[in-house]
């Protein structure tokens, strides 16, 4: 069974920090990994995907990685904003199907 | 704005009562979700619709039902509610076409099951 972990469960910095979001899973043999946010009280908006023949993928501020054969995905965040305050998900899909088996999130608090 | 619509925002439910949760996309995608969210536990699938048409279990499926009749409508029916059931329930949809797989979700239903 899919399973996975995010380490820690939150963090808190100040502004202007490099940031390094850690996801692991046990199965190595999936077919796609998101990152997500979610902000309290709301639904998850899907920032970053990485099909499993990829390595990286970047959208502005944001770089996301994905080593397979290690079990590990990284989202990095460049010049962190209060803004950024929110809960980051990782979540994976396995066997040609979407549907996600999610870590349980990192609650992410940038301070003024 | 394309998306998903889920329909009540939230509820208070006796136990022992039905309930459906609605879910709308407008999008075209093939496939369709719900999750349930809970604190400590996380996001888990209760069920899924690969198709129209199709249905098929997920983690946490007892309790619940859903259907597939059309494209865009996927509602998840709960035929007799316990307290357990208490949680923030998300309907999500992708497409491996269209959206590379990219998952897109509604803003959920906080249910309370008294």
């Known amino acids: 069974k899919q399973e996975v972990t995010q380490i820690p469960a939150a963090l808190s910095v100040p502004e202007g920090e490099n940031l390094v979001l850690n996801c692991s899973f046990t199965?190595?043999?999936?077919?796609?990994l998101q990152w997500f946010r979610q902000d309290p009280g709301k639904g998850l908006t899907s920032l970053l995907l990485i099909q499993s023949s990829q390595r990286e993928q970047t959208s502005g501020r944001l770089n996301a990685s994905l080593d397979k054969s290690s079990g590990r995905s990284t989202l990095y965040i460049a010049a962190s904003q209060p803004g950024d305050s929110a809960t980051y998900l990782c979540a994976v899909s396995q066997g040609g199907s979407e549907k996600l088996v999610f870590g349980k999130g990192m609650k992410l608090t940038v301070n003024p | 704005i394309a998306g998903i619509t889920q329909a009540p925002t939230s509820q208070i439910l006796a136990a022992g009562r039905r309930m459906t949760l609605r879910c709308t996309q407008d999008?075209?995608?093939?496939?369709m979700y719900w999750y349930r969210q809970d604190l400590g536990l996380g996001l888990r699938l209760i069920h899924y619709s690969n198709t129209a048409g199709t249905t098929g279990k997920g983690e946490v499926p007892d309790g619940y039902s859903v259907s597939r009749a059309n494209t865009d409508d996927f509602p998840l029916t709960l035929a007799s509610a316990v307290p357990s059931q208490t949680s923030v329930y998300f309907c999500?949809?992708?497409?491996?076409?269209?959206?590379?797989?990219?998952?897109?979700f509604g803003q959920g239903t906080r249910l309370t099951v008294v």
């Open positions: 199965d190595s043999a999936i077919y796609n």
């Open positions: 999500a949809s992708s497409d491996s076409i269209s959206d590379r797989g990219r998952a897109f």
């Open positions: 999008m075209r995608h093939n496939a």
